[in-house]
T-cell receptor, first 111, second 114 residues
Framework: GENVEQHPSTLSVQEGDSAVIKCTYSDSASNYFPWYKQELGKGPQLIIDIRSNVGEKKDQRIAVTLNKTAKHFSLHITETQPEDSAVYFCAPNTGGFKTIFGAGTRLFVKA | EPEVTQTPSHQVTQMGQEVILRCVPISNHLYFYWYRQILGQKVEFLVSFYNNEISEKSEIFDDQFSVERPDGSNFTLKIRSTKLEDSAMYFC????????????FGSGTQLSVL
């Protein structure tokens, strides 16, 4: 089955700095690459996703980049703000009925 | 904006008791899921449901678990005889038209088994 790893597990940045979280997966059949944000006491929320035929996607301050050859994709957050503090999960998928989430990255943005 | 709603937000039960967790997915979505998250840990897949039947289930989803979509709106998870290790946050999710893409999660039900 799919093996998903996220790095780092914890990331602390100063407000205004950039943050990058990397997700490595094992199943070369993966074709959908989302990132979810989970705030305290809430369910995960999709913030950005990309398909395998696209190398990069940007939505305001967040972007996702995909390297299919190396089997990893990354979440980039620029100009971080305190409200970006949350746990971020990647969840690469092959189009099957089961999604494996990464272990999560806890992001702290210090004001 | 449409959302997935879950009730109750908290459920406390005694070991061995049955619990039913309820969810109302987004109305035009086709795929439904249950996940759970033990405090501070990863989000774990339990089961997916499509076209009124289970599509896939994890090894966690044993004979003590069942799901049902009794009418056009509700989606329930039943745990027949709860164990201490069932204590977790249970999330319901739905997705519109492609399986496992663009999941919308509810706010969860915190289940505590004593």
């Amino acid at each position: 089955g799919e093996n998903v790893e996220q790095h780092p597990s914890t990331l602390s940045v100063q407000e205004g700095d950039s943050a990058v979280i990397k997700c490595t997966y094992s199943d070369s059949a993966s074709n959908y690459f989302p990132w979810y944000k989970q705030e305290l006491g809430k369910g995960p929320q999709l913030i950005i996703d990309i398909r395998s035929n696209v190398g990069e996607k940007k939505d305001q301050r967040i972007a996702v980049t995909l390297n299919k050859t190396a089997k990893h994709f990354s979440l980039h957050i620029t100009e971080t703000q305190p409200e970006d503090s949350a746990v971020y999960f990647c969840a690469p998928n092959t189009g099957g009925f089961k999604t494996i989430f990464g272990a999560g990255t806890r992001l702290f943005v210090k004001a | 904006e449409p959302e997935v709603t879950q009730t109750p937000s908290h459920q406390v039960t005694q070991m061995g008791q049955e619990v039913i967790l309820r969810c109302v997915p987004i109305s035009n979505h086709l795929y439904f899921y249950w996940y759970r998250q033990i405090l501070g840990q990863k989000v774990e897949f339990l089961v997916s449901f499509y076209n009124n039947e289970i599509s896939e289930k994890s090894e966690i989803f044993d004979d003590q678990f069942s799901v049902e979509r009794p009418d056009g709106s509700n989606f329930t998870l039943k745990i027949r005889s709860t164990k201490l290790e069932d204590s977790a946050m249970y999330f319901c999710a739905s997705s519109p038209d492609r399986r496992n893409e663009k999941l919308f999660f509810g706010s969860g039900t915190q289940l505590s088994v004593l």
